[in-house]
C-alpha cells in the first residue's frame, strides 16, 4: 500500500529526523580529522621501531595528539538561547536541559568524540569549594565585598538575605551531607538528562531528604555545583570538540563572572549568543567588557531567535547594523563574523518536529527562506536541509571549522611533527650507526655525553628564569604605573566635577583607558615572552646541535633538529571582570549619596578603586603572565625530554656490536627501515 506523505498547512515541509546535511559547514574539520589520523599512524609506526627511550617520547606526542581538543565557549545572557544552540550543535535536541538554574554559577562542558551512534559515556560534576563558599557567606561575594568596602550597608542586607535564603535551601535540599559536598567531585560511567537536572537545573524546594528522593532529585545538587563535563559520543563531528555552556553572565554575586573568564581562557574560541529581540545595545556592558579583550578572529556573534521575527528579511540587516555600531561605540571586536539563526528551527530538525511548529516561527521560516536560500539549491534539497540551512548551524560550523584549524591545528601538527622529525631522523641515524658502523673514533662516552647534557639543560634552564624574571618584572612596573596613574586621573575628575557640579549630580568616570593602559601593557609583554622564548629555543637547538657532533661525529649528520615553537599567548580577559565603576544604576548613586564632603569623597574613592581593582591586577600580573612563563617552561621541559632520550637511544646503538651479515639477510630490520623512511617522509611533509 502506497501512504501518500503529510505536509503541515503553515510550512508545507515534511519533517525527517535524519537530515543528510548534519555535517554542513564542518567539511574543513573531517580534512583536518584525516590528516592527524594520518599523523597518528606515522606515530604509532615511529613507535614500533623505536628504542625504549624514544618510543617513550613517540608516545607523548601521540598522547598530546589524543589530548587536543578544541574548546569553544558559549556566552551570552540568561535565555538567550545558548543551551538550545549547544543541543543542536551536538545533534541531540534534548541533551541538555534549557532551564538552567539562575542561581547557580555552572559552566556545562560537553566533551563531543566522533561516534558511529551517538551515546553517553561519562559525566563529572564538581562543587564549589569550602573558600569559595565562605567567601559567598561571610562577604556576599564580589557584589557583597564591593558593597562593603563603599559603605553600602542597605544594598549589603540585602545581599546577605539572599545569601541565608540560598544556604537554607541547600541545607534542606543536602541535609547533613551538606559540608562534606564542598570540594568534592561525582563520576558517572553514564549520564542521561534526569541526573544533568539532579545537579544543574533549578527543583522544587524539598523538606529533608526523603522529600528530595520523592521529588525525583532534580535541583538537589544544583546550589553547590560549580561545574559540569559530559563525555559523549556524537556522529555529527568529525573531530573531538568540547563545547561550553556558561550560564548568563548578568549575575547577583558575580560568581558566574569569574567561571566564565576562566572558560574563555581555556577556549580557542567564543561564540557570543544574542537575542534577536535584544540583539546587542550598550547595556550588554559585562558581555562586550569579557569580548573586547579578544582578537575578532576569536569571536563569534550567533543572533538566536530569529525565528520570532515577524519579518526576518528585513529585520535581520537591521539588527546587524546595530550591533556592528554598538561594538564599534563599545570598543568591541568590530570585525567578529555575525551569524543569523535559530536554535529552534535546528532543534526542530533532528527532533522531527517540523510539522508541530509554532505559527509564528512557521511564518518567519517562510519568510527569511525567500531571501536566504538559493532557488536551484534548494529545490534539490529535502525538507529539513533546508530548514537546517536556515538555521544558521552550517555557516556557524564553518566559521567554527576555519578557526580552529587554522589557528590553533594546524600549528598543533605542525608542531608534534617537528617534534617527531628529530626523533625519526635521529632514530635513522643510530639505524645507519648499527648498520653501517659509521661512528667515528672519538665518540665520547655515555657518561660524558649524559654529564654534557646536563649542563646545557642547567645553562638553560637557569637562563630561562632569569630572562623571563627580568620581563614580568618591567611587565608588572608598567603595569603599575598605568594603574597608579589612572587613580590619579580619575582622583583629579572627581574633585573636578565637586567644584563645578557639587554633590547633587552623580559623577560617572569610564575604566576604559584603565583597562586599554593594561592590555597595552599585556600584549608588549607578550610579544618580548614570545620573542625570548623563541630565540632561546633557536639558541638550544645550536647548543645541542654541536653536542651531537662532538659525541657521534659525522654519523649524526642526517639528524634534522626542529626548532620548537613559543607557546601561544592567551588574550587577557581578566580585563572583562567588572570593577565598581563599571556600574551606572542605583547602587552607584547609592553610594555616591552615603558619602559627605569633597575629601572624604577623594580619600574614599581611592580606597575603593584600588581595593576593586586588586583582584584584577593580581589576575592579569600573577596569573596569567605566571601561565605564560609556566608554558614556555613545560615547552622547554618537554623538549629537553626528548633530546635527552634521543641521545640516550644513539649511545646505546653505538655501543651495541653490530653483526653486519645478521643484519644485512634479517628482513625485520629491512621493514623496520621501511617504517621509518615513511614516517620521517610524513613528518617532513607536516612539519613543512
Request: negative net charge.
Amino acid at each position: 500500500m502506497t501512504t501518500a506523505p503529510s505536509f503541515d498547512s503553515a510550512t508545507q515541509l515534511r519533517a525527517t529526523a535524519t537530515p543528510a546535511n548534519l555535517s554542513a559547514g564542518l567539511e574543513l574539520l573531517a580534512e583536518f580529522a584525516e590528516r592527524a589520523a594520518r599523523l597518528d599512524g606515522a606515530l604509532a609506526g615511529l613507535a614500533e621501531v623505536a628504542g625504549d627511550g624514544t618510543a617513550r617520547s613517540v608516545e607523548r606526542l601521540r598522547r598530546s595528539l589524543a589530548e587536543f581538543e578544541p574548546s569553544v565557549t558559549l556566552l551570552g545572557q540568561v535565555k538567550s538561547g545558548k543551551t538550545s544552540l549547544v543541543n543542536a550543535m551536538a545533534g541531540w535536541s534534548d541533551l541538555l536541559p534549557s532551564d538552567v538554574n539562575p542561581w547557580t554559577s555552572v559552566v556545562t562542558s560537553l566533551h563531543l568524540t566522533p561516534g558511529p551512534r551517538r551515546a553517553e559515556i561519562g559525566a563529572r560534576f564538581r562543587f564549589m569549594s569550602e573558600g569559595e563558599w565562605d567567601r559567598l557567606l561571610t562577604k556576599g561575594g564580589r557584589i557583597g565585598e564591593l558593597a562593603g568596602r563603599a559603605g553600602a550597608e542597605s544594598e549589603l542586607e540585602k545581599i546577605r538575605e539572599q545569601i541565608e535564603m540560598m544556604r537554607e535551601k541547600s541545607r534542606q535540599r543536602l541535609g547533613k551531607k551538606f559540608e562534606l559536598l564542598l570540594g568534592q567531585e561525582h563520576e558517572y560511567s553514564f549520564f542521561d538528562k534526569n541526573l544533568v537536572e539532579r545537579y544543574i537545573c533549578l527543583g522544587d524546594d524539598f523538606e529533608g531528604e526523603d522529600a528530595a528522593a520523592e521529588a525525583g532529585d532534580q535541583g538537589r545538587f544544583a546550589d553547590i555545583t560549580r561545574s559540569a563535563d559530559l563525555w559523549l559520543n556524537c556522529k555529527t563531528v568529525p573531530f573531538r570538540m568540547c563545547l561550553r555552556d556558561t550560564p548568563g553572565v548578568n549575575d547577583t554575586f558575580m560568581m558566574r563572572e569569574q567561571v566564565t573568564i576562566q572558560a574563555i581562557r581555556d577556549s580557542r574560541l567564543c561564540v557570543v549568543v544574542l537575542s534577536a529581540h535584544q540583539a546587542l545595545s550598550s547595556v550588554d556592558m559585562g558581555l562586550i567588557r569579557l569580548i573586547s579583550n579578544l582578537r575578532s578572529r576569536d569571536v563569534l556573534i550567533f543572533v538566536n531567535r530569529i525565528d520570532e521575527l515577524q519579518d526576518p528579511a528585513r529585520q535581520i540587516p537591521e539588527i546587524e547594523a546595530s550591533i556592528r555600531q554598538t561594538l564599534q561605540d563599545q570598543n568591541g571586536p568590530t570585525e567578529a563574523a555575525i551569524i543569523f539563526g535559530s536554535a529552534y528551527w535546528a532543534n526542530k530538525v533532528l527532533s522531527g518536529g517540523l510539522e508541530n511548529m509554532s505559527d509564528i516561527s512557521s511564518k518567519a521560516l517562510l519568510n527569511y527562506a525567500e531571501v536566504a536560500l538559493d532557488g536551484s539549491a534548494a529545490a534539490a534539497a529535502s525538507p529539513s536541509d533546508m530548514v537546517w540551512d536556515l538555521s544558521g548551524l552550517p555557516e556557524l560550523f564553518r566559521h567554527i571549522a576555519d578557526r580552529v584549524v587554522s589557528d590553533g591545528g594546524e600549528a598543533q601538527l605542525a608542531k608534534l611533527a617537528g617534534s617527531a622529525l628529530t626523533i625519526a631522523s635521529s632514530q635513522s641515524v643510530a639505524e645507519t650507526i648499527t648498520l653501517e658502523g659509521t661512528g667515528n673514533g672519538e665518540q665520547l662516552s655515555a657518561e660524558e655525553i649524559s654529564r654534557l647534557f646536563g649542563e646545557i639543560e642547567h645553562a638553560f634552564r637557569a637562563r630561562l628564569e632569569t630572562e623571563f624574571g627580568e620581563l614580568m618584572t618591567a611587565y608588572h612596573q608598567r603595569a603599575d604605573r598605568a594603574h597608579v596613574n589612572f587613580i590619579e586621573r580619575a582622583t583629579h575628575s572627581l574633585i573636578a566635577h565637586l567644584e563645578s557640579h557639587g554633590e547633587k549630580e552623580v559623577w560617572e568616570y569610564s575604566p576604559t583607558g584603565l583597562r586599554m593602559l593594561l592590555r597595552s601593557a599585556y600584549n608588549v609583554f607578550g610579544t618580548r615572552a614570545q620573542t625570548l622564548t623563541n630565540q632561546l629555543f633557536e639558541d638550544l637547538v645550536g647548543d645541542l646541535a654541536e653536542l651531537y657532533c662532538k659525541a657521534f661525529g659525522a654519523a649524526v649528520g642526517g639528524i634534522q633538529m626542529g626548532v620548537p615553537m613559543a607557546p601561544e599567548i592567551p588574550s587577557p580577559v581578566a580585563l572583562g571582570q567588572t570593577i565598581a565603576l563599571d556600574f551606572r544604576d542605583g547602587w552607584w548613586k547609592s553610594w555616591w549619596r552615603r558619602t559627605r564632603g569633597y575629601k572624604a569623597f577623594a580619600q574614599t574613592f581611592k580606597s575603593l578603586i584600588s581595593a576593586e581593582t586588586e583582584d584584577f591586577m593580581t589576575q592579569l600580573k600573577v596569573v596569567q603572565a605566571g601561565e605564560v612563563r609556566a608554558a614556555a617552561t613545560q615547552a622547554l621541559s618537554d623538549y629537553l625530554a626528548e633530546q635527552r632520550d634521543i641521545l640516550n637511544e644513539i649511545a646505546t646503538r653505538t655501543d651495541r656490536p653490530a653483526d653486519m651479515q645478521r643484519l644485512f639477510f634479517d628482513q625485520e630490520a629491512v621493514t623496520r627501515r621501511e617504517t621509518l623512511q615513511t614516517a620521517l617522509d610524513t613528518f617532513t611533509r607536516y612539519a613543512a
